[in-house]
């Protein structure tokens, strides 16, 4: 029997519709991936339900460009043959971003930081070399991530990027992407985008680059929400300011945790279970189907939707805030079964 009979003969689920299935007239529906999920029963899973994906790690900055002169390409070459091959589009994930950067990046051969000139000569080189090699392959790219503080008053993050080159780093990583491709659409990547103060700090960001004519064609909500968040009205609130500046959205890192969100890593507490109640199954499926309703009824904005990994049997957030603490919050269970969640995000 092919692993994709399996998969489906042994759920009472068969005649569900599939997430590609159940979208194709809103938007491609996703799934972040590694090379290890691109064989055996999670590719088959993919390949019937999904079709996008989005590199989890293979495309950032250290994975991909470990020293100046050597690019790892194995990874993310992987991901987008196997996109290729199976008629499944790619999103690239992501050109600028100050997390999984490598060292080498802001220093010279002394230890000491870079100046503003040679940290941008840098980046126009990477994202030149990134994006020609998968030109045409990719149809969208996360070209900054996570530029805007969560706390303070301030609209951008004091990164590296930002301490060296200044603000206008992003308005030059969004050109360098345009010049290699012009095709590709272009997205400023966030989280937290549902906090009234980032989301106002993610407008005056956006709205400084379309004031100056850069091309940015749309803001990802990463999407690591919880069962406890976002309310359907502030989601509204965030696709509606986006759309209203004439830009996409896409939801370009989806995961509903169990427990209440937190974006900071902290140590594991005594009080910090791995639980999956029924309480917390109910409330989950309601709030996929609340987020699926609203996507749906933003059709047109809403361009693609993301899961960040395949199923509840690894996630990311398994070790991240709270290593240790397993977490279920995908659509599918840790044998890949459809869980209820499912259900009210393909019926409608
Ligand atoms: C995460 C990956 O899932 C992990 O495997 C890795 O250890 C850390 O990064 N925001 C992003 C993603 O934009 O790139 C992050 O991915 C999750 C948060």
Not at 26 to 48: D, H, M, T
Not at 102 to 118: A, I, L, Q, Y
């Amino acid at each position: 029997m092919a692993a994709s009979a399996t998969l489906f003969a042994s759920n009472d689920l068969l005649a569900q519709k599939t997430l590609r299935e159940a979208y194709k007239d809103y938007f491609p529906v996703g799934v972040a991936v590694a090379p290890r999920n691109l064989s055996g029963p999670e590719a088959e899973l993919i390949k019937q339900q999904f079709n996008s994906i989005t590199p989890e790690n293979a495309m950032k900055m250290g994975p991909i460009h470990p020293e100046e002169n050597r690019y790892n390409w194995q990874d993310a070459d992987a991901i987008v043959d196997f996109g290729v091959t199976n008629g499944i589009k790619v999103r690239g994930h992501t050109l600028c971003w100050h997390s999984q950067a490598p060292r080498w990046f802001f220093t010279d051969s002394e230890g000491k930081d870079v100046n503003r000139e040679v940290l941008l000569a840098r980046l126009k080189q990477h994202i030149t070399d990134v994006m020609t090699r998968y030109k045409g392959k990719i149809y969208a790219w996360d070209v900054v991530n996570e530029a805007v503080p969560d706390t303070g008053k301030g609209i951008y993050r004091e990164s590296k990027f930002y301490k060296i080159i200044g603000e206008d780093y992003i308005q030059k990583a969004f050109e360098y992407a345009h010049a290699i491709d012009p095709e590709a659409k272009l997205f400023y990547n966030d989280y937290n985008t549902e906090s009234t103060a980032k989301r106002a700090k993610i407008y005056q960001l956006v709205k400084k680059l379309k004031d100056k004519n850069v091309p940015i064609h749309g803001v990802g909500l990463q999407g690591h929400w919880s069962i406890y968040e976002p309310s359907q009205a502030e989601l509204e609130k965030s696709i509606k300011t986006f759309a209203d500046m004439g830009l996409a959205v896409q939801v370009t890192e989806l995961d509903v945790s169990v427990y209440a969100k937190e974006h900071e890593r902290r140590a594991k507490k005594e009080t910090d279970k791995s639980v999956y109640t029924d309480e917390m199954m109910e409330k989950q499926s309601a709030h996929y189907k609340m987020l699926f309703d609203t996507f749906r009824k933003y059709k047109g904005t809403v361009t693609g939707v993301t899961f960040w990994n395949v199923s509840d049997r690894s996630s990311w957030l398994d070790n991240f805030p709270v290593p240790g603490r397993k977490d279920y919050p995908l659509l599918f269970d840790e044998s890949y079964k459809p869980k209820r969640a499912f259900e009210g995000v393909v019926n409608f």
